[in-house]
């Protein structure tokens, strides 16, 4: 079953940048369209990026497009969203799964953006 850990969370000044990463263990992880999902307090989980297993598309949302970037190696079993421009808006626990959001959740990574 597959395992993810996310990291590279922490606290920055609204304009600043950070760059998550996400391991994933234990499971073909080359075959799954993988995310990066956000959930901030009293909101619902969402997804915020995407990725095919091959890398060769993405999908962002809206409030993202311009300034977050999703990538992967496959080698490594990482996913990878770098994150520019930051906005206090910004400021949630940051997860990985699959696109779909079927695998196991992870603890999250959290990011919080001051303004």
């Known amino acids: 079953q597959v395992q993810l850990v996310e990291s590279g969370g922490g606290l920055v000044q609204a304009g600043g940048s950070l760059r998550l990463s996400c391991a994933a263990s234990?499971?073909?992880?080359?075959?799954?369209?993988m995310g990066w999902f956000r959930q901030a307090p009293g909101k619902d989980r969402g997804l915020v990026a995407g990725?095919?297993?091959?890398?060769?598309?993405?999908y962002y949302e809206d409030s993202v497009k311009g300034r977050f970037t999703i990538s992967r190696d496959n080698a490594k079993n990482m996913v990878y969203l770098q994150m520019n421009s930051l906005k206090p808006e910004d400021t949630a626990v940051y997860y990985c799964?699959?696109?779909?959001?079927?695998?196991?959740w992870g603890q999250g990574t959290q990011v919080t953006v001051s303004s």
């Open positions: 990725i095919t297993g091959n890398g060769a598309s993405t």
């Open positions: 799964n699959s696109w779909s959001g079927l695998l196991p």
């Open positions: 234990g499971g073909t992880f080359s075959r799954n369209a």
